[in-house]
Nanobody
Framework: QVQLVESGGGLVQPGGSLRLSCAMS???????????MSWYRQPPGKERELVAA???????NYADSVKGRITISRDNAKNTVYLQMNSLTPEDTAVYYC???????WGKGTLVTVSS
């Protein structure tokens, strides 16, 4: 069974950086570079929203609110997707979830708190 496990969340001060990881496991048939991998986030009391995505061909897209500050990437050998987040603000506080598109598999999320 395909599983996605996020890590890297935590408490960071405004202006700081974090790198989130999403590792795919439980399968020898599916690789992260065969599907669109996405990061979503759900701020407290708000709806879940798309943050960034990377397609099987390597194309990326970002929410307008994070363009220029956040980068999605992947390591095919490690079967892991990353989310590099810089210049963080309190508005980035949320639970961040990883999603494998065509498999429709979600991770359990990792909490990012931006606060002084």
């Amino acid at each position: 069974q395909v599983q996605l496990v996020e890590s890297g969340g935590g408490l960071v001060q405004p202006g700081g950086s974090l790198r989130l990881s999403c590792a795919m496991s439980g399968t020898i048939f599916f690789r992260i570079n065969a599907v669109t991998m996405s990061w979503y986030r759900q701020p407290p009391g708000k709806e879940r929203e798309l943050v960034a995505a990377i397609t099987s061909s390597g194309s990326t897209n970002y929410a307008d609110s994070v363009k220029g500050r956040i980068t999605i990437s992947r390591d095919n050998a490690k079967n892991t997707v990353y989310l590099q987040m810089n210049s963080l603000t309190p508005e980035d506080t949320a639970v961040y979830y990883c999603h494998a598109g065509s498999l429709d598999v979600w991770g359990k999320g990792t909490l990012v708190t931006v606060s002084s």
